[in-house]
């Protein structure tokens, strides 16, 4: 029974970096940018999160106005710097992106201290339900429920919109994008704050199951490339197949060998590469 309860919720924890990998996908996908400060945006709204709450807020609150501050101050950092560097190398692109990470994480510190902080559960959303006799956090219910609404909206936009297949066009050929008459920096614009705003869902999410600490956001990034990595490189599909089995291995992992939880992720990642070098549902080049 405690394997089923790990398994169901690794599948909750899935879905944040389901939410939290696409992101990171579509910024790559579109601009070839590689942005090594996603996962200090999903700590800052998770911090963000935690602020409201101090404020007298509720997650609710929090759930719709974090994801649009961070989607603000994504833009404006787009607009005064990263766009900048989208002709450059990606070494100068990791160093950039580096850099405004350590500034935002240092800042944390330095706003909030070191130490972890308890983010509560929302009072609508706490207690347990029960169905055929598995017991279950509401939250993590929620959480599950919430994830899922959220990809497939975005898988929705992504293959059913014509804002969608400007995206796919320009992350195939950034050429056609000025064949179809559609600024290429308001389309990679668009697309580096709408993989912000998704790290902000994510962030304020976490926020409750995990609460704050200032090293939440390098975990998160590594856990949103390993499972683009497995994924494949662009694979809508493969990010959210392979989120969710990150997501059931540290769940499981955590209760059978809680030392090697994390371990076992950059093992599942290595297999997947000797065996399979694009990823799982990544394409041939």
Same mark, same amino acid.
């Given at each position: #029974?405690?394997?089923?309860?790990?398994?169901?919720?690794?599948?909750?924890?899935?879905?944040?970096?389901?939410?939290?990998?696409?992101?990171?996908?579509?910024?790559?996908?579109?601009?070839?940018?590689?942005?090594?400060?996603?996962?200090? #945006?999903?700590?800052?709204?998770?911090?963000?999160?935690?602020?409201?709450?101090?404020?007298?807020?509720?997650?609710?609150?929090?759930?719709?106005?974090?994801?649009?501050?961070?989607?603000?101050?994504?833009?404006?950092?787009?607009?005064? !710097?990263?766009?900048?560097? +989208?002709?450059?190398?990606?070494?100068?692109?990791?160093?950039?992106?580096?850099?405004?990470?350590?500034?935002?994480?240092?800042?944390?510190?330095?706003?909030?201290?070191?130490?972890?902080?308890?983010?509560?559960?929302?009072?609508?959303?706490?207690?347990?339900?029960?169905?055929?006799?598995?017991?279950?956090? *509401? +939250? @993590?219910?929620?959480?599950?429920? !919430?994830?899922?609404?959220?990809?497939?909206?975005?898988?929705?936009?992504?293959?059913?919109?014509?804002?969608?297949?400007?995206? @796919?066009?320009?992350?195939?050929? $950034?050429? #056609? !994008?000025?064949?179809?008459?559609?600024?290429?920096?308001?389309?990679?614009?668009?697309?580096?704050?709408?993989?912000?705003?998704?790290?902000?869902?994510?962030?304020?999410?976490?926020?409750?199951? @995990?609460?704050?600490? $200032?090293?939440?956001?390098?975990?998160?990034?590594?856990?949103?490339?390993?499972?683009?990595?497995?994924?494949?490189?662009?694979? +809508?599909?493969?990010?959210?197949?392979?989120? !969710?089995?990150?997501?059931?291995?540290?769940? *499981?992992?955590?209760?059978?060998?809680?030392?090697?939880?994390?371990? #076992?992720? +950059?093992?599942?990642?290595?297999?997947?590469?000797?065996?399979?070098?694009?990823?799982?549902?990544?394409?041939?080049?």
């Amino acid at each position: #029974m405690i394997y089923a309860f790990q398994i169901v919720n690794g599948l909750g924890l899935g879905m944040l970096y389901c939410i939290l990998a696409l992101g990171l996908s579509v910024i790559f996908g579109l601009l070839r940018f590689v942005n090594f400060a996603h996962g200090e #945006m999903f700590a800052l709204s998770a911090y963000l999160a935690f602020v409201v709450e101090r404020l007298g807020g509720d997650f609710w609150i929090a759930i719709v106005l974090v994801p649009l501050m961070v989607l603000a101050f994504g833009w404006a950092l787009e607009k005064s !710097l990263i766009r900048f560097t +989208y002709d450059r190398s990606h070494t100068v692109q990791i160093l950039v992106t580096f850099g405004i990470a350590l500034v935002i994480r240092e800042a944390l510190i330095w706003v909030f201290g070191p130490q972890p902080h308890n983010v509560s559960t929302p009072p609508s959303l706490a207690g347990f339900i029960s169905v055929a006799g598995f017991t279950f956090p *509401v +939250y @993590r219910a929620f959480v599950i429920g !919430l994830g899922i609404m959220i990809t497939l909206t975005f898988w929705y936009v992504l293959e059913r919109t014509r804002v969608g297949a400007i995206i @796919r066009a320009g992350s195939e050929r $950034p050429e #056609m !994008l000025m064949l179809l008459g559609r600024s290429t920096s308001t389309v990679f614009s668009g697309a580096f704050c709408t993989g912000i705003a998704l790290a902000g869902f994510a962030g304020v999410m976490f926020a409750p199951l @995990r609460g704050v600490d $200032p090293n939440i956001g390098a975990e998160a990034l590594g856990i949103a490339f390993i499972a683009v990595t497995i994924g494949g490189l662009g694979s +809508y599909s493969g990010v959210v197949v392979a989120s !969710l089995i990150l997501g059931v291995i540290q769940s *499981v992992m955590s209760t059978a060998w809680p030392e090697g939880a994390s371990l #076992m992720l +950059y093992i599942a990642m290595a297999a997947v590469i000797l065996i399979r070098p694009r990823g799982l549902f990544g394409k041939a080049v």
